[in-house]
């Protein structure tokens, strides 16, 4: 059974940084569209980051442009969001997500992945 486990996170100051994991179990990360999306109380999920969706090695959201970035590693197999600069706006819990396919489209729509982590809460407060 694919299982992907997420860990980090937590209480942030603004400003600072954090970093997330999400570590798969069965598959490796590569030839797949892989991305993280984040939920804030009474706001819908919104995709803030993909690896390979489209045409792009990754894709980021302009609300986290310039301040998150994805990477992986397959030799664990895991992905990573870091995050700096961090916002209260920022807070929320956040989901690793991956697909059985490459190329999704952008922008990055929940239901097309297949995988999902638990999500972990990111707090971004003094």
């Known amino acids: 059974e694919v299982q992907l486990q997420a860990s980090g996170g937590g209480l942030v100051q603004p400003g600072g940084s954090t970093r997330l994991s999400c570590a798969a179990s069965v598959f490796t990360f590569d030839n797949r569209s892989v991305a993280w999306f984040r939920q804030a109380p009474g706001k819908e999920r919104e995709g803030i980051g993909c690896?390979?969706?489209?045409?792009?090695?990754?894709y980021y959201a302009d609300s986290v442009k310039s301040r998150f970035t994805i990477s992986s590693d397959n030799t664990k197999p895991t992905v990573y969001l870091q995050m700096d600069r961090l916002k209260p706006e920022d807070t929320a819990v956040y989901y690793c997500?991956?697909?059985?396919?490459?190329?999704?489209?952008?922008?990055?729509?929940?239901?097309?992945?297949?995988?999902w982590g638990q999500g972990t809460q990111v707090t971004v407060s003094s």
């Open positions: 690896l390979r969706c489209a045409d792009q090695t990754e």
């Open positions: 997500a991956a697909a059985e396919r490459v190329s999704l489209p952008i922008p990055i729509m929940a239901h097309l992945f297949d995988y």
